[in-house]
Structure formats: structure tokens, C-alpha cells
């Protein structure tokens, strides 16, 4: 789908912190907002230069950090109306798409048997399910190289666990309400985990380089456990991690 | 190259016993927040940057962010001055009490040790040139909880048994001027805070109380965020579409116990906030002990940024 030009957007500039502006562009999550996200991400980066501490494009929003040491409060604002007027949206199609081997299985999905059957269907089903879509990457943020994408199907939406596990291992591959997403490093957390896979995103992120960017999309493919150990996948089960 | 390997391999800091927790810190890592990598840094920059200032340095060097004390100590392989500035956390040289906010020499069999808290949290202790740490995007700040940074490149705290180097050999000797230089946090102090968007959503009463009587730092306190408690903040908003964090946003979860986001905070998140602490502030709040009482006191953006630009000069004076 080519985004066109006929959606209107409305910018609220918003004081956020003493040198940070929030650029807000939507009130709701769609695919459709990432090409204004994008557009404005590339123009406020371009505007801004060497004034721009931190750029952080989120589902709806941008967080502009700026130097106030080289411009003021007032400064800041009018770069940003310079950076958004006239702004148009990018073709989504340029967004890479990302093939993603996951081996979808309990000992390292435990949540896979509960998703299956909140949606009313096999495990296989939900397996084929999960990879039947392209979905889309809305943001980077939890850890480095942690890619927010959606929308999951509303069948298999499936809320946050009641108590956070204390230790999801790295590649993970999980599902909160109409979200997924795959954790870069073991950490905490309370996604429904359906498998793992053994592509490298932390490393990836720490040279700078996140395999996900905003407006990408990704593809989950179903492997088998020799495939997945083959590529350097780590069998061990989700319960016997520390 | 030579010179820099030359130094590693002449002297060196061993860490003999390690107490609560002490990280490697510059200013932190900048322009790499859409990667979803935190921010991290000196958690009381300005303690961290006095004490930089001390030896001469760059004012973001490489320095060492200890907390609490709890027994940590230190041995030098060759004569070393180092500074100290920030929190007093009872620091001993070979027994003898050392001031904060002051260089001092250190001597192979001297042993430098820090105690416990009598002032502040953190202690910020300089080393001539900076520390040696290899960089990782653009800064040696440890982060733990992202395997980044530090003496390792793994975000691991320091440890007994590593071995501490720096880059200079011939510090200057400094002073700081009498009323100058830190000053960690009373009970009572106010923490300036710029009012954010979703200020509105919240219940006018709750609000009234928010800036109206002071808020108790909780023990639930790490370099990720600062949890404040008093009464329940209530609004119209349990949570929001996620987005970018700013350094000492104050955020509301459901508890409606505020938690004021710091250095080491997700790049985004999806609570309301009533807004956001100035740098100055978040320095502060980094130097409170539990049980502390602060008062939130709204500022302007603007005034905000001329008391920021006015702080920054106190190391360019002199």
C-alpha cells in the first residue's frame, strides 16, 4: 500500500523537559502513521544538525533533545516548525523486510499452549499463524536493538503475564496484546514467549547497527530445532535459566 | 601509542574488596537513544564533573560513580593523585579520614577506603587523564541491565581483583573555593521540575498535593528511577501510547506513586507524567538518601536552561 497524501496530520509541539520537545503527529497506533514518523525523523534530523542530542521516534510521537547550549527553548520550537511544514510522507516500501528463523517450541515458548488456546486453535495453527504477516516496526526502545512490532492478529492478542518472568532469555520471541517482539539480551519481562530465535540483535545493536529500523517489517519463519541449533541457537529451556 | 600503553603497563589501581555497587561513568551516551540504548552517565553530574575539575580534566572523563561506601577499597602499584568529590561517604586513607571535594595523593601500601554514607549517595573519584576504559558507542559509562560499557565492555560493576588505569601523569592540583563546588541534599530541599503535556490529565486535588507538600524518597531508588512516595496521584490516564523519555521525567504509574526516570531509564515508556526534572534537579535527587523529603517546584523551560547555563560556567571561571 502506497501511503498517500490525502491523510491529515495535526502536530502538537509539547514541553517535555527543560531541553526536550515532544513532537506529537497521532492519538492512535497505525501502520500508516510510519511514513509521516519517518518523514519527520529524517527532516528534524536534517534541520537540526549538529543542535540534536538525541532523536527518539516512538509509535505516534518524536522526542527531540536539543543542545540548549546552542539554542534556546524558543530557538528549539521554531526549528521544529521549520523542520515539519510542507512535511510529506516516505514510502514505506523502502523499509527493509527482515526474514526471522524462530523455533517455536514449549521449552523455550512456554506460552505457547496458552496462547493457542485463548485463540481457540492448535499450536501448529498459532505457529502459522504468527508468521503469516508482515509486520511492522513501530519503535526501538526497552533495551538496544528491542524492535516494538505489530499489529498481531486480534485473535491472538494475548494481555501481559500477571507476574513478570525474572529472566527471559536472549531471543526470545513474544507477544504482548496486539504486539510482538523478540528480547536482544536476557532481561526481565512479562511477554507471552512462543520460541526463540538465534538471530544476533544485541550485537548488532552495540556496533550501532540495529538489524530492525522504524518502518522496516519482519517476517517470522517457523525452523526446526537442528536449524535453530545449526545457526548457534541456545537450546536451553525458559524454566531452567537462572 | 606507545605512551598511553606505556602507563597501563607502569601503574595501576587494584580494587581489593567491593562494596554496594561502583561503575565506570563519562557523561554518558549521546545520539544513540532511537537504537533503544540509554542514555547512562554520571548520576550527580556536577559532583561528577568537580571532581574531573579537580585533577585538571576534561570535565566528562572517565570516572568512578561509587554508591553507598559499604567497604570498598582501593591499593596503588605507583604514587597517584586522585580526587574525590561529591557525596561523603566517610572515606579513609590508611585510616586517616579524607575530606570530599579535594585531590589527594595515594601511595603503594596506602589503602584508600570507602565506609558509609554521612552525606550523599554517590561519590565521584578522579583519576589523572581520565580513566582507561575501552568506549562503546561513544562512551565508557557502565549500563548493567544492557551488558554495555565499563572496564570489561559487559556493563559489569567493578569487582575485587580489577585493575583501574588511566591515561595522564601530571594532574593539576586544585582547590575549590570556599562556597563553592557540591553541595549535597537536606531533607526539605526542592527539586525544580518543567510541567509536561499530561500535567492535565490529572485529578485537580491530587495535583494540588503534588507540589504542595513534600514528597519522601522510597528505597526502591537505582540508577533507572527514583521512586517518591506520599499520596496517590490520580488522573484520567492509566497509561499512554508509549514514548520518548526525557532525563527526570516523572512518571505516574497506576499506584499513583510517582517515580522520577534517571540516567539508566528505558528510552520509552507509556505512563502519564506530570513532567520532567532539570538536570540540576535529577544531580540532586541522585544524592538523596531514603527517607529524605523533597518538594517538587515547578520552573519554566527557559528559566530552567539560563540556571543550566549559569552552572555550566562555574567550571569555566576559573
Known sequence: MKPTNERRIETRIETTSMDALMVRLFDTIEESNMAWVIAADQALRHTFGPVLID?????????????????????????????????????????????IPVWYDESVGPELPLVAERAGISVDELIKQHCNHDYCVFALGFAPGYGFMGLVDEA???????????????????????QTAIYPLPSPGGWNILGRTN???????????????????????????????????????????P | ????????????????????????????????????????GAADWISFRWANWLLGNALNSAALEIVMGGGLSFETESE??????????????????????????LLPGQRLVFRQPRHGLR?????????????????????????????????????????????????????????????????????????????ASFNGRTLFQA?????????????????????????????????????????VPPDGQPIVLMNDRQTIGG???????????????AQCLPGTEVWLTPVSASQAQDDYRQQLTAWHSR
Not at chain 1, 156 to 171: D, H, M, Q, S
Not at chain 2, 271 to 285: E, V, W
Open chain 2, 1 to 40: 601509542m606507545s605512551q598511553v600503553a606505556m602507563h597501563q603497563v607502569q601503574q595501576g589501581l587494584m580494587v581489593k574488596q567491593t562494596g554496594p555497587l561502583a561503575l565506570i561513568q563519562d557523561a554518558g551516551r549521546f545520539g544513540v537513544g532511537h537504537l533503544g540504548v540509554t542514555q547512562g
Open chain 1, 156 to 178: 491472538l492478542a494475548t494481555p501481559r503475564l500477571k507476574t513478570p518472568r525474572r529472566n527471559v532469555a536472549a531471543g526470545s520471541v513474544g507477544i504482548a496484546d496486539r
Open chain 1, 55 to 99: 532523536l527518539v521516534p516512538s509509535y505516534t510521537t518524536l522526542l527531540v533533545h536539543y543542545d540548549c547550549q546552542q539554542v534556546n527553548h524558543t530557538e528549539a520550537l521554531q526549528l521544529i516548525n521549520k523542520a515539519l511544514s510542507g512535511l510529506t510522507p516516505v514510502d514505506t516500501q523502502a523499509g527493509e523486510l527482515h526474514d
Open chain 1, 199 to 241: 538471530v544476533p540483535l544485541f550485537e548488532h545493536a552495540k556496533r550501532g547497527q540495529p538489524l530492525f529500523r522504524p518502518g522496516d517489517k519482519v517476517r517470522f519463519r517457523a525452523i526446526s530445532r537442528a536449524e535453530f541449533e545449526a545457526g548457534g541457537g541456545d537450546t536451553t529451556p525458559m524454566e531452567e535459566r
Open chain 2, 123 to 199: 561519590a565521584y573519584l578522579a583519576f589523572p587523564g581520565g580513566l582507561n576504559a575501552p568506549e562503546v558507542l561513544g562512551s565508557r559509562s557502565c549500563t548493567a541491565r544492557e551488558q554495555l560499557g565499563g572496564l570489561h565492555e559487559d556493563g559489569r560493576p567493578l569487582k575485587a581483583g580489577d585493575r583501574l588505569t588511566w591515561k595522564g601523569s601530571a594532574p593539576a592540583v586544585r582547590r575549590i573555593a570556599e562556597g563553592q563546588g557540591p553541595r549535597m541534599p537536606i531533607s526539605g530541599c526542592h527539586l525544580p521540575i518543567v510541567l509536561g503535556s499530561q500535567i
Open chain 2, 271 to 285: 505512563y502519564p507524567r506530570l513532567g520532567a526534572l532539570t538536570p540540576m534537579a535529577c544531580a540532586t535527587l
Open chain 2, 211 to 251: 507540589f504542595n507538600q513534600p514528597w519522601k524518597v522510597d528505597n526502591r531508588a537505582d540508577r533507572m528511577g527514583v521512586r517518591l512516595t506520599g499520596p496517590a496521584l490520580r488522573g484520567s490516564l492509566t497509561g499512554i501510547i508509549s514514548e520518548g523519555i526525557p532525563l527526570g521525567a516523572v512518571q
Open chain 2, 80 to 105: 597517584v593523585r586522585l580526587a574525590l568529590a561529591g557525596a561523603d561517604l566517610d572515606a579513609q586513607l590508611n585510616g586517616k579520614p579524607l575530606a570530599p571535594n579535594s585531590s589527594f595523593k
